[in-house]
């Protein structure tokens, strides 16, 4: 069984940075793809940014891309998300997850193990 514990989210304003972090126990963690995924209220959760096994192979949402990086830090069985410019639509329960496929991957069914969450709010 995998444990997973995001960390890092809290309140900023429109255009300012935050740095999420997920730590994973239980498992050899360079065994996993990692993702984010984010969801709004009155909206499905969907994925925001993804990573490989190795970190060699990343993939995000258009939505995303060119403000937020994903990165992984296998020795300390962590995964980021770092998140600039953000804007009120980014508001959202941030959620860790993790897939025994190679990945990186979107589709929420091919993850195996999710994080409680963390509440990212954006707003002056």
């Known amino acids: 069984q995998v444990q997973l514990v995001e960390s890092g989210g809290g309140l900023v304003q429109p255009g300012g940075s935050l740095r999420l972090s997920c730590a994973a126990s239980g498992r050899t963690f360079s065994s996993l793809s990692m993702g984010w995924f984010r969801q709004a209220p009155g909206k499905e959760r969907e994925f925001v940014a993804g990573i490989s096994r190795s970190g060699g192979v990343i993939d995000y949402r258009i939505f995303v891309k060119g403000r937020f990086t994903i990165s992984r830090h296998n020795a300390k069985n962590t995964v980021y998300l770092q998140m600039n410019s953000l804007e009120p639509e980014d508001t959202a329960v941030y959620y860790c997850?993790?897939?025994?496929?190679?990945?990186?991957?979107?589709?929420?069914?091919?993850?195996?193990?999710w994080g409680q969450g963390t509440q990212v709010t954006v707003s002056s």
């Open positions: 997850a993790a897939s025994e496929t190679l990945g990186p991957v979107r589709n929420r069914p091919e993850y195996d193990y």
